[in-house]
């Protein structure tokens, strides 16, 4: 891994920031904690590039609230303007 900043995905929609917040916590220091809203998916970042694989080893594909999570290293932001596309 790259960053310490990790994309969450396949949450169910009752996860809280809080909830992540403690489910990360047990592989190290939690920094950030951002759900996006009726997506079902979120992102944490860790203190450290370690804590955050840490995470992530022992987090992808176990199974939280009743979904099998998927953690994986979160990609840079992409901008608007990279979205050269029309629909018609």
């Given at each position: 891994m790259q960053g310490s900043k990790m994309y969450v995905g396949n949450l169910d929609y009752s996860v809280t920031d809080k909830d992540l917040k403690e489910l990360f916590s047990k592989h190290g220091e939690v920094k950030e904690v951002n759900i996006i809203e009726g997506k079902g998916f979120g992102f944490v970042e860790m203190s450290?590039?370690?804590?955050a694989e840490k995470a992530k080893e022992g987090l992808d594909g176990t199974e939280f609230k009743g979904r099998t999570l998927k953690v994986d290293e979160a990609r840079p932001r992409r901008?608007?303007?990279?979205?050269?596309?029309?629909?018609?």
């Amino acid at each position: 891994m790259q960053g310490s900043k990790m994309y969450v995905g396949n949450l169910d929609y009752s996860v809280t920031d809080k909830d992540l917040k403690e489910l990360f916590s047990k592989h190290g220091e939690v920094k950030e904690v951002n759900i996006i809203e009726g997506k079902g998916f979120g992102f944490v970042e860790m203190s450290t590039q370690a804590e955050a694989e840490k995470a992530k080893e022992g987090l992808d594909g176990t199974e939280f609230k009743g979904r099998t999570l998927k953690v994986d290293e979160a990609r840079p932001r992409r901008s608007r303007q990279d979205r050269n596309y029309r629909r018609y």
